[in-house]
């Protein structure tokens, strides 16, 4: 069974920094792309970013290209996103979340296995 463990979030100040790990287990890490989403009170689940399996490819959302940079280290089975210069519109609950192998990365249908999330607060 695949197990995705979340953990960096927290309370911060705009313009302030985070970096958020997400730790699998289960399956073999390297084959799978993975993914980090976004969940803010009253909206819908959103992806942030994207990467694949051997790190040559990166997506991100309009809304944090330039500010967020996501990694892997497939040796840990770890994915990270670091998150620069965050703004209050920033504030959500961050999932991991690993790919299938079909589907576009950019749509939540294409991942099948979800961690339980990490709350992001950022005050102004």
């Known amino acids: 069974q695949v197990q995705l463990v979340e953990s960096g979030g927290g309370l911060v100040q705009a313009g302030d920094s985070l970096r958020l790990s997400c730790a699998a287990s289960?399956?073999?890490?390297?084959?799978?792309?993975m993914g980090w989403f976004r969940q803010a009170p009253g909206k819908e689940r959103e992806f942030v970013a994207a990467i694949n399996w051997i790190s040559v490819s990166t997506y991100y959302a309009d809304s944090v290209k330039g500010r967020f940079t996501i990694s892997r280290d497939n040796a840990k089975n770890t994915v990270y996103l670091q998150m620069n210069s965050l703004k209050p519109e920033d504030t959500a609950v961050y999932y991991c979340?690993?790919?299938?192998?079909?589907?576009?990365?950019?749509?939540?249908?294409?991942?099948?296995?979800w961690g339980q999330g990490t709350q992001v607060t950022v005050s102004s």
């Open positions: 979340a690993q790919k299938k192998y079909s589907g576009s990365y950019y749509a939540l249908s294409s991942y099948d296995y």
């Open positions: 289960g399956r073999t890490f390297s084959s799978y792309g």
